[in-house]
């Protein structure tokens, strides 16, 4: 789901629990003769979790599927990018980088193509988060020491995609950038 | 019974978490005029406030919680004095050895403070980190103690199965557990949980840094052990708000007092279990986190809301939707609080969904979905009951005063402005935690400004709210013993 969609999908479910809130506050301002409330509140409370629970259910089976682990897992990547974050840089190379003299290169990537990006840290936890050129953000993984994160992606649109670094790594985080172009 | 000083300590907690709410909350708006450009900190000024707002919002209300639940139990059981006093000490003393470690040490690590950063800043002194640790244990120990003190004398009257209201699956129970005591003994358990995982975390924090480089640790499980603590104590300082409403929204309202039965046994059960798990969802980003344990993640946080909506919240609408209902600013900050917190967790909720998280995690739409449930809705819960405790001390007329009404609409504009500035931003992609943005995010930093105006007119409800409930807390303060 795009942000935009799901922005608006908040907005509407936001707005239907105060419109339910506030009919409920308003309600007791006219309360029943008997004083006795809403009836049958057992069988009520049934219904409204039962539906709850179904459309959780519908909402899980729809959205588990689509997430990035399952992404492309059957197929072979045209293109391997190996990146290695450290505060407060990113190191792009289409060869495996040697932590103690990281090198960065210019990356083109194939549009309409897999590529697996293998993302690691030298340092502390970094985010890898992919923006495209409308400021974005289309996917991302985390950099953490000690581990490879493989993050697939095939990019439809070409043009500069910029990569910024989502977890907080310290005084310089919000500086933290690098890019890559697709064609 | 209450005695006077068990009041006066309760006076005491209510003084504490409101001051430190207030520079919490200056520290807040100044961190959104500096990302809006208005003022200019440097990034490490603008890190260890963002360092200090966050991990003292945590405490503070994760002990306002605890001070309601303790005076509260005392309906029920005894409740040790001694203890109370020295959780008191103990948080006091932490939080000023965190704000040294802070705004003198520079530390600036962010109040999750994942490993290994803590041992890789720049800028900050090198005795930060200790300093930062040697806090967090005091905080640590002082919490446990409390905890560990309030579910032994529990368990002094109650036995567990009782605690648990294990009892009410059967037909026709003999004893009813108070729910008011099952939801502090669930709560408790799943602090005294994260407790001793910070225990864990601070060992394993504390061995690496007195190792001289033999000894380092795991990332990944490092991240699980942060966030499990991180999470759950997040969490739970909720439900001991929750603990609060069951016991006193009917009493407020002048309805009945709220029952155990068999659904309310079995959803808050199942709330502790769905607690504990859902942490997973703040490592979906983690792809080498094995996949069962994402799949957990998700349908956790699905989970906890069903016991949260079908009982909690529909509880509420019971008692409200057609009744005669006496309404006072507590209950009614009750209802606009679990409101609030249904709000937030609709937004949670959305970003507890993996493939969602994939372009929301790390954004503002984080803090704000969790700013939600906090300042619109735990925050609420608190303040509720610090109102009821401090003027039932004087009088039993709760009757909303037309000012009230006013400061009322203040929080609300001001909450739900400052919110929606943060929700918007988010779903422009805008990152969280940055001191300034970079010049392509355009909305950033109007959004930012404009955060800090309405979060600056909540600012001014709660000062409203504060000076009012201070007044009389030092009142009660100088009540003979």
């Known amino acids: ?183 | 019974m209450e005695s006077t000083k068990s009041k006066k300590i309760t006076a005491v907690w209510i003084l504490t978490v409101l001051v430190l709410f207030i520079v919490s909350i200056v520290l807040g708006i100044l961190m959104r005029l500096n990302q809006g450009g208005s003022i200019e900190q440097t990034p490490i000024s603008f890190y260890t406030n963002m360092t200090t707002h966050g991990m003292t919002m945590i405490g503070i209300w994760f002990v306002a919680g605890m001070a309601a639940i303790n005076y509260l139990l005392q309906r029920y059981i005894r409740t040790s004095f001694t203890i109370n006093v020295v959780a008191l000490v103990l948080t006091v003393i932490g939080i000023l050895l965190f704000w040294s470690s802070t705004f003198i040490g520079k530390f600036h690590a962010a109040w999750t403070f994942l490993y290994p950063l803590p041992f890789k800043q720049m800028g900050a002194e090198s005795w930060a980190t200790l300093m930062f640790l040697v806090a967090l244990t005091v905080l640590g120990v002082g919490w446990l103690i409390w905890s560990l003190s309030l579910m032994t004398q529990l368990l002094k009257k109650y036995s567990i199965p009782q605690a648990f209201a294990w009892q009410h699956f059967r037909k026709n129970p003999k004893f009813e557990t108070p729910p008011f005591i099952l939801i502090t003994m669930i709560t408790l358990v799943g602090i005294i949980a994260c407790l001793i995982s910070a225990v864990v975390l601070i060992v394993l924090f504390f061995a690496e840094y007195f190792s001289s480089g033999t000894f380092v640790n795991d990332a990944l499980l490092m991240k699980n052990i942060t966030y499990f603590f991180g999470h759950t104590i997040a969490n739970e300082m909720l439900y001991l708000g929750l603990a609060v409403i069951y016991e006193l929204f009917g009493e407020v309202s002048g309805r009945p007092k709220w029952k155990t039965t068999w659904y309310v046994a079995l959803a808050w059960n199942f709330t502790l279990v769905f607690i504990l798990t859902a942490f997973f969802h703040h490592l979906y980003m983690d792809f080498v986190q094995p996949q069962g344990l994402q799949i957990v993640g998700q349908l956790a946080s699905y989970l906890a809301s069903l016991p949260a909506a079908g009982v909690t919240v529909f509880s509420v609408f019971i008692a409200v939707y057609r009744t005669e209902i006496k309404w006072s600013l507590v209950n009614l900050l009750f209802f606009i609080g679990i409101a609030g917190w249904v709000i937030g967790g609709l937004g949670a909720v959305i970003d507890a969904t993996i493939s969602n998280n994939f372009v929301l995690h790390n954004t503002l739409w984080v803090p704000a979905h969790f700013h939600t449930y906090n300042a619109m809705g735990n925050v609420l819960f608190s303040i509720a009951f610090f109102y009821w405790f401090s003027t039932r001390q004087f009088t039993q007329n709760f009757k909303v005063a037309k000012y009230t009404k006013w400061t009322l609409a203040l929080l609300l504009i001001g909450g739900i402005g400052f919110l929606m500035a943060f929700y918007i931003a988010g779903a422009d992609s805008v990152p969280r935690r940055y001191s300034i943005y970079p010049s392509e995010f355009t909305t950033a930093a109007p959004l930012a400004n404009l955060g800090a105006i309405f979060a600056t007119v909540y600012l001014i409800a709660i000062l409203i709210f504060f000076f009012n409930i201070s007044k009389r807390c030092l009142k009660i303060l100088s009540l003979p013993s």
């Not at chain 1, 506050?25 to 006219?30: A, V």
């Not at chain 1, 959205?63 to 974050?85: G, N, R, W």
Request: charged share 15%.
């Open chain 1, 1 to 183: 789901m795009e942000q935009r969609s799901i922005l608006l999908l908040f907005l509407v479910l936001a707005g239907a629990a105060t419109i339910v809130f506030t009919l409920v506050y308003l309600s007791s301002r006219k309360p029943e003769r008997s004083g006795q409330g809403m009836s049958n509140p057992l069988n009520k409370r049934f219904w409204f979790s039962l539906i709850l629970f179904v459309i959780l259910g519908i909402f899980s089976s729809v959205t588990i599927p689509k997430s990035p682990y399952y992404l492309f897992a059957d197929e072979t990547p045209t293109k391997v990018i190996h990146v290695s974050a450290m505060q407060f840089a990113f190191f792009l190379s289409e060869n495996a980088i040697d932590p103690k003299s990281p090198s960065n290169e210019t990356i083109m990537l194939p549009a309409n193509k897999l590529v697996e990006f293998r993302v690691t840290s030298m340092d502390v936890n970094h985010g890898f988060a992919i923006y495209n050129e409308a400021n974005r953000l289309i996917g991302q993984t985390q950099a953490m020491p000690g581990y490879v994160n493989r993050l697939r992606f095939k990019f439809k649109e070409p043009g500069k995609y910029s990569i910024l670094c989502l977890e907080y790594c310290g005084m310089a985080h919000q500086v933290m950038r690098s890019s890559f172009v697709v064609k």
